[in-house]
């Protein structure tokens, strides 16, 4: 079968810095990531030397302030580039995903101090973050946590484990929510712990249908001091600096399952183009040529949907129920898309020869990771009706 290049997206960036920032992006993708997405998947292998080529080339901060090493980008640029990445590979496009996560809590609610001394290093110094809130029974009932945090003179002792932590036992600082008061969300506070903090220890990564080359594992906090110089906002104001930063990851995710249906999509037509039946290429039949353009709908539709929110986030203007709608929506779309590329490359759909059975093993966990879709539901449905039981 002739190989068919898939177009690059047509995309639609704000000014000339921001072309070139994606022509950046794709270069290294085309060059240092997709070729060796496959084997390093199957292997189980983290690409910790793409995050450092990422960091250098200031793709680690790009949402951030200038001042700090970050790339002042808004937030519908910083979240094309996410796209670009998961399209050539999720585990990259996700790791940065939840590296900008991880910074946010410093960088929207530290001190000026805090700010200089650690976001440098952070944004562009070649450190990787890991996000810290869920625990083996406190997952979408996040304001459970029982992770501990207790005051000791001008220290905190913490105490606990985080479950389903992405660069969890790899990542070099950690944003972590824990217990400082009263039951309930307004008991929480967040702290950024070193990652060779004295008692902080990774567990075995969980073993997984999809993004294996992505170390998703517990991490057990053994007595783990901290100073306080390293509280992140107020005491208590910890589950609300945690839903702030869900609600600029959400969109994060959403940008990632755009990209792995981007993906899926062009395999399907590449391979489509090729393959020959009945004396003609599949893509002349019908049934399947409507196929392939119902994926191309949903994923215009659902890149649309997250570059909205992203311009409301931008603007400074309400973007919770957006960013829920946005999750939901391209998540979904990744799975349909991605269950379709295979069905469309049939028995060779189905094997690892290619892409397509991987696209489809790592959609999955996008409808689950930060918020499951039934929770974006919940979410948009307050922001419709209400709180539940008035």
């Not at 993708?29 to 450092?52: C, H, L, M, N, T």
């Not at 995903?97 to 070649?126: F, N």
């Not at 992770?147 to 105490?159: E, L, N, P, Q």
Request: hydrophobic share 40%.
């Amino acid at each position: 079968m002739p190989d068919r290049a898939p177009q690059p997206v047509d995309r639609q960036l704000p000014t000339d810095e921001a072309r070139d920032l994606i022509s950046l992006v794709r270069d290294i993708a085309q060059r240092e990531i997709a070729p060796k997405a496959a084997e390093e998947e199957d292997a189980g292998r983290f690409p910790r030397e793409v995050f450092s080529l990422l960091s250098e080339s200031g793709l680690l901060g790009l949402p951030y302030d200038a001042e700090y090493g970050g790339g002042e980008q808004p937030y519908e640029v910083y979240l094309q580039v996410l796209e670009e990445l998961a399209m050539a590979r999720l585990t990259v496009g996700l790791g940065v995903s939840v590296h900008t996560l991880s910074s946010y809590a410093l960088a929207a609610y530290g001190t000026k101090e805090q700010q200089v001394g650690h976001l440098p290093a952070m944004l562009g110094g070649g450190l990787l973050g890991a996000y810290c809130l869920s625990e083996p029974s406190s997952g979408s009932d996040a304001a459970s946590l029982r992770t501990k945090a207790v005051r000791d003179g001008d220290d905190w002792v913490i105490t606990g484990t985080k479950a389903w932590i992405t660069h969890g036992g790899i990542a070099d600082f950690y944003t972590v929510m824990a217990r400082t008061g009263e039951e309930g969300p307004r008991g929480i506070t967040a702290f950024l712990v070193p990652g060779d903090a004295e008692g902080l220890s990774g567990a075995a990564p969980e073993k997984k249908m999809g993004m294996k080359g992505s170390p998703t594992a517990q991490v057990h906090f053994d007595g783990v001091r901290v100073p306080d110089e390293r509280r992140l906002g107020e005491e208590g104001q910890g589950f609300a600096i945690a839903l702030s930063a869900l609600d600029s990851g959400r969109l994060g995710i959403a940008a990632c399952a755009i990209g792995v249906a981007q993906a899926a999509l062009d395999e399907a037509v590449a391979y489509a183009s090729g393959r020959r039946q009945f004396g003609r290429p599949i893509s002349d039949f019908q049934g399947l040529r409507f196929m392939l353009a119902d994926m191309a709908t949903q994923i215009e539709a659902g890149r649309a949907l997250y570059l909205a929110a992203a311009r409301l986030r931008d603007a400074g203007r309400p973007f919770a129920k957006q960013a829920a709608m946005a999750k939901l929506h391209c998540t979904d779309t990744a799975m349909k898309v991605t269950t379709d590329a295979v069905q469309i490359l049939g028995g060779y759909g189905y094997t690892a020869d290619f892409p397509a059975e991987r696209y489809m093993r790592e959609a999955k966990v996008l409808q689950i990771v930060e918020g499951t879709n039934q929770i974006q539901r919940m979410v948009i449905a307050r922001h419709l009706a209400g709180p539940e039981g008035r």
